[in-house]
C-alpha cells in the first residue's frame, strides 16, 4: 500500500470517536485488548488478512484508551459564587488584548488552571501589563457560561481547552503589580518580539485601523481589533482562511523562503531544514495558533522525509500528522479547526492531485527547459506530444510576428504555465470546496456558490500580501507598506464582487443518514479515483456524489415542528428576548432576536451577533430555513440587535413592529429589511385580528395614539395575544404599565 498509515489514523480516530460518545474505563478495555494482542500473535506469523485485522482491531482499542486517558478527571474549583469578588494572584500568560473600553488577558492561578480577566479602562487609558508578570485583582468571577439551545456553540469547553476555567472583570485602577517574574524566557522572548511586530503594524499605517488590523490578523493572527462586518465579504465567499493566519501562511512563509534560499544558491537540504525553523518560528509569533502549528509540523516531516531522498505522498503525511495530535490531545479530533485543515489537505490529496497528475502534469513537464533537446528523451509520452506541439506553435508565432525563434517560444511557454497554473488553481479550489461542503454545513450553514473563483482570485492576492506585508514590517520602506495596503484593499473589493452573485441562500442541518452517504461517496470516488482502473466505478461514485450535493443544496426536507399544535419555545439568548412561535399549520414567527444590552452606547460592537450566532443556528438545528413572520416589540438593542441577520438569512414575509424611534439602529435594521425585501407592517391596538392556522392573534398595545421619545422606551413594546382552542399566550415584551 502507497499509503500504510491512513488505516491506522482511521482506525485510531474511530477509536476515539465511539470513546467520545461510549463511556469507558481502561478496566472495560482489558479483555478486549487481550483477545486484540492474541489474534495479533497467532496471525503475526502469517501474511494474510488476519494479521492487518488485528493491528487495526488493536489500534482501535489504543484509540478508545488514549480518549479514557486523556478524559478531565475534575475541574478546578475556586471556593466563591457566580458574581462573587474574589481576590485573585498569578502569573500573565498572554499578553493583554487592548479594545477602546476594555483590556483583557490571561492570569493563570495554578498549572493548568487560569482565568480570563476583563479590565474596563477609561478612554484613552492603557495598561501597561506584560507576559510574565505577577499581578493581584480583586476580580468579579463567573464560570464561562454556554447558551442552553441545541447547535449552540460550546464556549466552556472552548475556553476547558485552553485550560481557562472563570472569567473576571474589574476596574483598572485596582491591579496591583507584585515583584518578581513568572512563565518562561523564551514565551517572554517571543511575546516582545509579536507586540513590537503588532505596534510596527500601528506604526506604519498611521490613521488606518482598517488596514493596521486586517494585518494583524493576516501576519500574526491577532484578530481583536478586526471589526465582524470588515471580514463578512471573505466570510460568504468561503476566502475567510486566507485572510486570518492558518496553515495557509505556513505554506506561503515556506515557498518564499525556499524560493528565496534558491536565488542564495543555499543546497536544498539546508535551506529545507532552515526553513522548517522559521516556519516554527512563526508559528509560535502567531500565538501558537493550532492550524499554523499543524502546517509547521507538516513541513517538518516533508524536510524528514526530503533528507532521507524520499517521495512524500501527502495522504501518509497527513496520516502521520493526525496519528500524532491525537495521541498528544485526542479531543482535537471534535475541534471544527482540525477538520477542516485535515479534511481540505486530505481533498486534496486524494481529488486534486490525481487529476493534476492526469492532466496538467504533462504540460508542465513539456515546458521545463524547453530550449533543451537534448531533455526530450527523459520525457514520457503525453509531454513528449504536448512539447512537439507547442513548438510548432512557436515556429508558428515566430513566422507571423518575425520574432526571434527563442522569443516565441519563450511566449509559448510562459502561456503554457500561465494556463497549467489557472488550471490547477481552479482543480484545488473545486476540490477544497466539493470535500469541505459537508463540514462547512455543519459548522457554518453556508455553501458558497462564488468560492470557486473567489478562491482563485482572492487567495493569490493574500499570498501576496503575507511575504509583502513581513518586508514592509521589517524593512519600514512605506512603498511597500502602500503596495502591501494596496493588494488587501483589492482582495476586499473582489470579495465584496463576488457577494453581489452569491445567493441569499443558508443551509439548514442535513438528516444524518444524508451526511453519511455523502460522506461514504466522496471516500469511495477517492478510492475509485486512485486506485480503480474501472472507469464506470468512478463514474458511479462521481455521480453519486453529485446527486447527493444537489439533494443538499436544495434541501427537501421538512422542518422538524409539530404539526396541529401551538408551540412557544423561548431560545436562550442571555438577557435578552427572542421567542419561537409554530403555529398550527406550521407557519413560524420569530419575536425579537436578543441582542447585547446598550449596545447604542458602545463605543465598538462586540464580535458576537447574537442573530447569526445563537438564534439562528438554533432555527437551522430544527431544519428552519423561511420564517413566515418576524416581531419587533420594541427597540431596546437585546431585543434587536440580532434581527438584521435574521432578515439576511430568513426572509420573512413581513417584519411586525409597534412604534420605533427614528434611531441609527433601528434605520439600519431598515436597510436590511429593504435589501431581503421584507415588508415592515406597524401595528397597534386598532388592526384587526389576524388568524394563522386556526390560532387568532390580536394586538393589545401600543394604542394608536402613542406617541413614542426620541430613544426607545420600555412601554414602546408591541404587545399581543395568541389564542389557540381554550389556551391563550401573552407576550408583552417590555412592557411595563398596565394595558
Same mark, same amino acid.
Given at each position: 500500500?502507497? =499509503?500504510?498509515?491512513?488505516?491506522?489514523?482511521?482506525?485510531?480516530?474511530?477509536?476515539?470517536?465511539?470513546?467520545?460518545?461510549?463511556?469507558?474505563?481502561?478496566?472495560?478495555?482489558?479483555?478486549?485488548?487481550?483477545?486484540?494482542?492474541? $489474534?495479533?500473535? /497467532?496471525? &503475526?506469523?502469517?501474511?494474510?488478512?488476519?494479521?492487518?485485522?488485528?493491528?487495526?482491531?488493536?489500534?482501535?482499542?489504543?484509540? /478508545?484508551?488514549?480518549?479514557?486517558?486523556?478524559?478531565?478527571?475534575?475541574?478546578?474549583?475556586?471556593?466563591?459564587?457566580?458574581?462573587?469578588?474574589?481576590?485573585?494572584?498569578?502569573? $500573565?500568560?498572554?499578553?493583554?488584548?487592548?479594545?477602546?473600553?476594555?483590556?483583557?488577558?490571561?492570569?493563570?492561578? %495554578?498549572? +493548568?488552571?487560569?482565568?480570563?480577566?476583563?479590565?474596563?479602562? +477609561? #478612554?484613552?487609558?492603557?495598561? #501597561?501589563?506584560?507576559?510574565?508578570?505577577?499581578?493581584?485583582?480583586?476580580?468579579? /468571577?463567573?464560570?464561562?457560561?454556554?447558551?442552553?439551545?441545541?447547535?449552540?456553540?460550546?464556549?466552556?469547553?472552548?475556553?476547558?481547552?485552553?485550560?481557562?476555567?472563570?472569567?473576571?472583570?474589574? *476596574?483598572?485602577?485596582?491591579?496591583?503589580?507584585?515583584?518578581?517574574?513568572?512563565?518562561?524566557?523564551?514565551?517572554?522572548?517571543?511575546?516582545?518580539?509579536?507586540?513590537?511586530?503588532?505596534?510596527?503594524?500601528?506604526?506604519?499605517?498611521?490613521?488606518?485601523?482598517?488596514?493596521?488590523?486586517?494585518?494583524?490578523?493576516?501576519?500574526?493572527?491577532?484578530?481583536?481589533?478586526?471589526?465582524?462586518?470588515?471580514?463578512?465579504?471573505?466570510?460568504?465567499?468561503?476566502?475567510?482562511?486566507?485572510?486570518?493566519?492558518?496553515?495557509?501562511?505556513?505554506?506561503?512563509?515556506?515557498?518564499?523562503?525556499?524560493?528565496?534560499?534558491?536565488? @542564495?544558491?543555499?543546497?536544498?537540504?539546508?535551506? @529545507?531544514?532552515?526553513?522548517?525553523?522559521?516556519?516554527?518560528?512563526?508559528?509560535?509569533?502567531?500565538?501558537?495558533?493550532?492550524?499554523?502549528?499543524?502546517?509547521?509540523?507538516?513541513?517538518?516531516?516533508?524536510?524528514?522525509?526530503?533528507?532521507?531522498?524520499?517521495?512524500?505522498?501527502?495522504?501518509?503525511?497527513? *496520516?502521520?500528522?493526525?496519528?500524532?495530535?491525537?495521541?498528544?490531545?485526542?479531543?482535537?479530533? &471534535?475541534?471544527?479547526?482540525?477538520?477542516?485543515?485535515? /479534511?481540505?489537505?486530505?481533498?486534496?490529496?486524494?481529488?486534486?492531485?490525481?487529476?493534476?497528475?492526469?492532466?496538467?502534469?504533462?504540460?508542465?513537464?513539456?515546458?521545463?527547459?524547453?530550449?533543451?533537446?537534448?531533455?526530450?528523451?527523459?520525457?514520457?509520452?503525453?509531454?513528449?506530444?504536448?512539447?512537439?506541439?507547442?513548438?510548432?506553435?512557436? =515556429?508558428?508565432?515566430?513566422?507571423?510576428?518575425?520574432?526571434?525563434?527563442?522569443?516565441?517560444?519563450?511566449?509559448?511557454?510562459?502561456?503554457?504555465?500561465?494556463?497549467?497554473?489557472?488550471?490547477?488553481?481552479?482543480?484545488?479550489?473545486?476540490?477544497?470546496?466539493?470535500?469541505?461542503?459537508?463540514?462547512?454545513?455543519?459548522?457554518?450553514?453556508?455553501?458558497?456558490?462564488?468560492?470557486?473563483?473567489?478562491?482563485?482570485?482572492?487567495?493569490?492576492?493574500?499570498?501576496?500580501? $503575507?511575504?509583502?506585508?513581513? %518586508?514592509?514590517?521589517?524593512?519600514?520602506?512605506?512603498?511597500?507598506?502602500?503596495?502591501?495596503?494596496?493588494?488587501?484593499?483589492?482582495?476586499?473589493?473582489?470579495?465584496?464582487?463576488?457577494?453581489?452573485?452569491?445567493?441569499?441562500?443558508?443551509?439548514?442541518?442535513?438528516?444524518?443518514?444524508?451526511?453519511?452517504?455523502?460522506?461514504?461517496?466522496?471516500?469511495?470516488?477517492?478510492?475509485?479515483?486512485?486506485?480503480?482502473?474501472?472507469?464506470?466505478?468512478?463514474?458511479?461514485?462521481?455521480?453519486?456524489?453529485?446527486?447527493?450535493?444537489?439533494?443538499?443544496?436544495?434541501?427537501?426536507? !421538512?422542518?422538524?415542528?409539530?404539526?396541529?399544535?401551538?408551540?412557544?419555545?423561548?431560545?436562550?439568548?442571555?438577557?435578552?428576548?427572542?421567542?419561537?412561535?409554530?403555529?398550527?399549520?406550521?407557519?413560524?414567527?420569530?419575536?425579537? %432576536?436578543?441582542?447585547?444590552?446598550?449596545?447604542?452606547?458602545?463605543?465598538? +460592537?462586540?464580535?458576537?451577533?447574537?442573530?447569526?450566532?445563537?438564534?439562528?443556528?438554533?432555527?437551522?438545528?430544527?431544519?428552519?430555513?423561511?420564517?413566515?413572520?418576524?416581531?419587533?416589540?420594541?427597540?431596546?438593542?437585546?431585543?434587536?440587535?440580532?434581527?438584521?441577520?435574521?432578515?439576511?438569512?430568513?426572509?420573512?414575509?413581513?417584519?411586525?413592529?409597534?412604534?420605533?424611534?427614528?434611531?441609527?439602529?433601528?434605520?439600519?435594521?431598515?436597510?436590511?429589511?429593504?435589501?431581503?425585501?421584507?415588508?415592515?407592517?406597524?401595528?397597534?391596538?386598532?388592526?384587526?385580528?389576524?388568524?394563522?392556522?386556526?390560532?387568532?392573534?390580536?394586538?393589545?398595545?401600543?394604542?394608536?395614539?402613542?406617541?413614542?421619545?426620541?430613544? !426607545?422606551?420600555?412601554?414602546?413594546?408591541? $404587545?399581543?395575544?395568541?389564542?389557540?382552542?381554550?389556551?391563550?399566550?401573552?407576550?408583552?415584551?417590555?412592557?411595563?404599565?398596565?394595558?
Amino acid at each position: 500500500m502507497r =499509503e500504510p498509515l491512513v488505516l491506522p489514523a482511521a482506525a485510531l480516530a474511530a477509536g476515539i470517536c465511539v470513546a467520545h460518545f461510549v463511556y469507558f474505563t481502561l478496566p472495560d478495555l482489558a479483555l478486549p485488548a487481550a483477545l486484540a494482542v492474541l $489474534v495479533l500473535a /497467532i496471525a &503475526f506469523g502469517t501474511r494474510s488478512r488476519l494479521r492487518h485485522i488485528a493491528v487495526l482491531t488493536a489500534i482501535f482499542l489504543a484509540g /478508545i484508551a488514549t480518549q479514557v486517558v486523556h478524559r478531565p478527571t475534575r475541574t478546578p474549583r475556586v471556593n466563591a459564587q457566580d458574581g462573587e469578588t474574589v481576590l485573585l494572584t498569578g502569573c $500573565v500568560t498572554n499578553p493583554p488584548v487592548f479594545s477602546p473600553t476594555r483590556e483583557q488577558f490571561t492570569l493563570e492561578l %495554578a498549572p +493548568k488552571a487560569s482565568a480570563r480577566i476583563s479590565v474596563a479602562l +477609561k #478612554q484613552g487609558q492603557k495598561l #501597561q501589563l506584560g507576559y510574565g508578570q505577577l499581578v493581584e485583582v480583586p476580580a468579579k /468571577i463567573r464560570r464561562p457560561r454556554n447558551f442552553q439551545n441545541p447547535d449552540a456553540f460550546d464556549y466552556a469547553g472552548y475556553l476547558a481547552a485552553q485550560h481557562i476555567y472563570w472569567t473576571g472583570s474589574l *476596574a483598572s485602577t485596582d491591579i496591583r503589580v507584585l515583584p518578581g517574574r513568572c512563565g518562561s524566557r523564551p514565551q517572554a522572548w517571543l511575546y516582545g518580539v509579536r507586540t513590537w511586530a503588532l505596534e510596527r503594524l500601528d506604526q506604519l499605517y498611521p490613521g488606518d485601523p482598517h488596514t493596521a488590523a486586517l494585518l494583524q490578523a493576516t501576519l500574526l493572527g491577532e484578530t481583536s481589533a478586526v471589526e465582524r462586518h470588515w471580514t463578512n465579504d471573505f466570510r460568504v465567499t468561503g476566502t475567510y482562511h486566507a485572510l486570518v493566519i492558518s496553515g495557509l501562511h505556513i505554506s506561503i512563509v515556506a515557498v518564499t523562503l525556499l524560493w528565496a534560499f534558491r536565488l @542564495l544558491r543555499l543546497r536544498r537540504i539546508p535551506a @529545507l531544514w532552515l526553513a522548517t525553523g522559521i516556519c516554527w518560528l512563526y508559528a509560535c509569533l502567531a500565538g501558537f495558533n493550532s492550524p499554523a502549528v499543524r502546517a509547521a509540523a507538516g513541513f517538518m516531516l516533508f524536510a524528514i522525509a526530503s533528507s532521507f531522498f524520499r517521495r512524500t505522498r501527502p495522504l501518509n503525511l497527513l *496520516a502521520a500528522i493526525g496519528i500524532v495530535y491525537l495521541l498528544l490531545d485526542p479531543d482535537q479530533l &471534535f475541534d471544527p479547526a482540525f477538520q477542516l485543515s485535515f /479534511i481540505s489537505v486530505a481533498v486534496i490529496a486524494a481529488f486534486a492531485i490525481p487529476l493534476m497528475d492526469r492532466y496538467t502534469e504533462p504540460l508542465r513537464e513539456s515546458v521545463r527547459r524547453f530550449d533543451q533537446v537534448r531533455y526530450d528523451p527523459q520525457l514520457d509520452g503525453k509531454a513528449a506530444q504536448w512539447r512537439v506541439e507547442l513548438r510548432l506553435v512557436a =515556429e508558428t508565432v515566430s513566422l507571423w510576428t518575425n520574432l526571434p525563434l527563442r522569443v516565441s517560444r519563450g511566449i509559448v511557454a510562459g502561456a503554457a504555465r500561465l494556463a497549467v497554473f489557472t488550471a490547477e488553481a481552479v482543480i484545488v479550489s473545486a476540490s477544497i470546496q466539493f470535500g469541505l461542503a459537508l463540514p462547512m454545513i455543519a459548522y457554518f450553514h453556508r455553501l458558497s456558490i462564488t468560492g470557486l473563483s473567489a478562491n482563485i482570485v482572492i487567495v493569490p492576492l493574500l499570498m501576496l500580501v $503575507v511575504p509583502l506585508g513581513f %518586508a514592509a514590517m521589517l524593512t519600514d520602506l512605506h512603498p511597500l507598506a502602500a503596495l502591501t495596503r494596496a493588494l488587501l484593499n483589492w482582495s476586499e473589493w473582489m470579495a465584496s464582487w463576488h457577494v453581489h452573485f452569491e445567493p441569499p441562500w443558508r443551509i439548514a442541518a442535513v438528516p444524518l443518514w444524508i451526511a453519511i452517504a455523502f460522506s461514504v461517496s466522496l471516500v469511495m470516488l477517492a478510492i475509485a479515483m486512485r486506485w480503480s482502473k474501472n472507469r464506470f466505478a468512478t463514474h458511479a461514485a462521481l455521480a453519486s456524489s453529485l446527486l447527493l450535493f444537489l439533494l443538499i443544496w436544495l434541501q427537501p426536507w !421538512p422542518p422538524e415542528i409539530r404539526p396541529h399544535l401551538l408551540e412557544v419555545s423561548a431560545i436562550d439568548v442571555s438577557q435578552g428576548d427572542s421567542l419561537l412561535l409554530v403555529f398550527p399549520n406550521g407557519e413560524t414567527m420569530l419575536v425579537d %432576536a436578543g441582542g447585547f444590552p446598550g449596545m447604542e452606547r458602545m463605543a465598538r +460592537k462586540p464580535q458576537m451577533d447574537i442573530g447569526e450566532d445563537v438564534v439562528s443556528p438554533y432555527l437551522w438545528s430544527r431544519r428552519i430555513h423561511h420564517l413566515d413572520y418576524a416581531v419587533l416589540t420594541h427597540g431596546h438593542s437585546d431585543h434587536m440587535a440580532g434581527l438584521p441577520a435574521i432578515l439576511d438569512n430568513f426572509r420573512p414575509r413581513a417584519l411586525w413592529i409597534g412604534i420605533e424611534p427614528a434611531t441609527a439602529e433601528w434605520k439600519f435594521v431598515q436597510q436590511h429589511a429593504a435589501a431581503d425585501h421584507v415588508p415592515i407592517v406597524a401595528l397597534n391596538r386598532a388592526s384587526a385580528q389576524q388568524t394563522i392556522g386556526g390560532a387568532h392573534v390580536r394586538v393589545l398595545a401600543p394604542s394608536a395614539d402613542y406617541v413614542a421619545g426620541d430613544v !426607545p422606551q420600555n412601554n414602546d413594546s408591541l $404587545v399581543f395575544e395568541v389564542t389557540y382552542g381554550r389556551r391563550s399566550v401573552l407576550l408583552t415584551g417590555d412592557a411595563e404599565r398596565p394595558i
